[in-house]
């Protein structure tokens, strides 16, 4: 069962064609890769599928619903959720409020309910707190509880963001290279986490990467992009040999002329 | 210093205090910085005083109604402004108060630009006080609530607190109407305190001052508001005897304050039960620690 389509999806900048045309399907429950060389457009097209930017031409479905004209407020609504390139926390707020925050839309009480401290208030609230603190457990964060955003290590703030992420229970999870910037070590252990996400939150993700061990290990299917164009789609080991692929990536064959 | 003049330090302290918990919602809480809600505080003044001496309406009923007609306006200067981003949303409020006075100006039912005299002086510290309790409860219970939470999402990072489903546009609106609904009341009080109101007394330079006020307490903390809109309300009295130098020792001590501690006084913590608990033990566990040390 398909979760994402894209049909011929285009994005123009002016004149500039950032994403042309690009079509493919993601799998429910699967771990899906986008890579590409630098400026092939792939995080354009998380903005686009998150709802940042307004989709040129095509169309862009979600369970079968049009996303095109919502607003990223209301993507998020429908259980799309991301991570960003260059990391995007509450920075001066401590890793439980940048969870916790999060969390506010398994909540629906309102300003009135806040400002009168009801019955509803204290319900909703308790449970909000009580999943933060879940999923604090569940990323392994516990131990930074009070530590601010900004100071945490590079590779916590990483897993931070898809704490937060995580905290809307989305249908699908959106990551903009998540292991930029990390050794091989930690790019191990992020690969089984978000193995291990997937499989305990029963989530689809969406992974944009450029280290290849990492989309190599566990993408089940694989979307390359150059210049805003689909090159080539298929599981790891076709794209590998796809000799297009290793040309936009290596560049093209010498021939020896002897 | 006799007591009436000491109260009526108070309640002008108590009456801006309303404006810059508002204020402080809006631009602590929320990120959004203006320099136009002196323009809420004369429509929260000028509404307030009709509700008594037009519509024949009691003092709190009029100050409610005040405060519903700053908020009615704030939405619909909200609807063409808050899109834009940070200093064009700071240029665009300065660009409204100004415009609100200028409109006072010359509407001559409300008195135009001689003022509106005879207003009943209805006003006192009972009531300022009151009022400035139930802004505090109000403000901190929607801080301490997924709310609260939400609108420092938006002052953090606006983008982000998109894509967690923060309908940001919405969340500013309600933090505008709300700071302007505080100025309203503030405005309201202030005309049937003075019994007299006058476009001039809500120029430009009373926005930059309820600002100045926020940015001085800490932005993103009510009791900093507090401690600021107390300090920087009566310090210009305190400091009568500097007579005409007395100004320029009010900003040297603000510009002297944002050199030590640019985080404002509180910098963005509360001052709450548990935290002077906490002070408490942190200062006792050191000062044992150093007799502990000078001991051995």
Redesign the interface.
């Known amino acids: 069962m398909k979760l994402l389509e894209l049909k011929n999806v285009t994005k123009q900048f002016g004149g500039l064609t950032a994403v042309g045309n690009v079509s493919f399907e993601v799998e429910k429950d699967s771990i899906f890769g986008l890579i590409g060389p630098n400026g092939a457009g792939k995080t354009t097209i998380f903005n686009l599928i998150?709802g940042?930017y307004k989709v040129t031409e095509g169309e862009i479905l979600f369970e079968g619903i049009e996303t095109n004209s919502m607003?990223?407020?209301r993507v998020?609504?429908l259980g799309i959720?991301?991570t960003?390139q260059n990391i995007?926390?509450?920075?001066?707020?401590t890793t439980y409020?940048n969870i916790?925050?999060?969390?506010?839309?398994n909540?629906r009480?309102g300003?009135m309910?806040?400002?009168?401290?009801n019955k509803r208030?204290k319900a909703e609230?308790k449970g909000?707190l009580d999943q933060a603190e879940q999923l604090m457990g569940i990323m392994g964060l516990e131990d930074r509880r009070n530590v601010v955003a900004g100071n945490l290590p590079y590779g916590l703030q990483r897993r931070l963001e898809i704490a937060?992420?995580l905290?809307?229970n989305p249908k699908l999870l959106l990551l903009d290279e998540p292991a930029a910037g990390m050794n091989p070590d930690e790019t191990a252990r992020l690969m089984a986490l978000i193995k291990e996400i997937r499989d305990s939150f029963k989530l689809t993700v969406l992974v944009i990467e450029h280290h290849m061990d990492l989309i190599m290990g566990v993408c089940e299917r694989i979307v390359v992009l150059n210049f805003g164009k689909k090159l080539a789609e298929g599981t790891a080991i076709e794209v590998q040999a796809n000799p297009k692929v290793i040309e936009a990536y290596l560049g093209e064959e010498e021939v020896v002329v002897c | 210093m006799d007591w009436f003049y000491v109260k009526g330090i108070l309640i002008l302290s108590g009456i801006n205090l309303m404006a810059v918990l508002g204020l402080s919602l809006l631009t602590g809480f929320t990120g959004l910085f203006s320099f136009g809600h002196a323009g809420f505080m004369a429509i929260g003044a000028y509404v307030t005083a009709m509700g008594t001496m037009k519509l024949g309406l009691p003092f709190i009923p009029a100050l409610l109604l005040g405060a519903a007609g700053a908020a009615v306006v704030s939405f619909f200067i909200g609807r063409l402004t808050l899109n834009l981003k940070g200093d064009y949303f700071c240029i665009a409020t300065l660009g409204f108060g100004e415009a609100i006075r200028l409109i006072l100006d010359n509407v001559q039912y409300f008195g135009g630009a001689r003022g509106w005299p005879g207003l009943p002086v209805v006003t006192n510290l009972t009531t300022v006080v009151i009022v400035d309790v139930i802004g505090v409860v109000i403000l901190a219970n929607i801080i301490r609530s997924r709310h609260g939470r939400n609108f420092k999402a938006i002052r953090e990072e606006e983008m982000a607190s998109q894509t967690i489903g923060i309908n940001v546009f919405r969340y500013k609106m309600a933090a505008l109407m709300i700071s302007a609904a505080y100025a309203g009341v503030a405005g309201g009080m202030l005309a049937h305190l003075l019994g007299f109101i006058q476009p001039k007394m809500f120029q430009f330079i009373k926005s930059t001052e309820l600002t100045i006020t926020v940015i001085f307490g800490g932005l993103g903390s009510i009791s900093g508001s507090v401690i600021g809109a107390l300090v920087l309300t009566s310090l210009p009295e305190l400091l009568r005897t500097f007579a005409s130098w007395r100004l320029v020792v009010y900003g040297a001590a603000v510009v002297f304050i944002m050199i030590s501690r640019p985080q404002g006084l509180m910098g963005g913590t509360e001052i709450t039960f548990t935290n002077i608990k906490k002070l408490f033990s942190r200062f006792f566990r050191a000062s044992g620690e150093k007799a502990g040390g000078g001991g051995r």
Not at chain 1, 113 to 117: F, H, K, T
């Open positions: 998150t940042i607003e990223p407020y998020a609504e959720t991301r960003f995007r926390l509450f920075k001066k707020l409020d916790l925050t999060a969390c506010h839309y909540a009480y300003l309910d806040a400002i009168l401290r208030f609230e909000l937060r992420a905290a809307l």
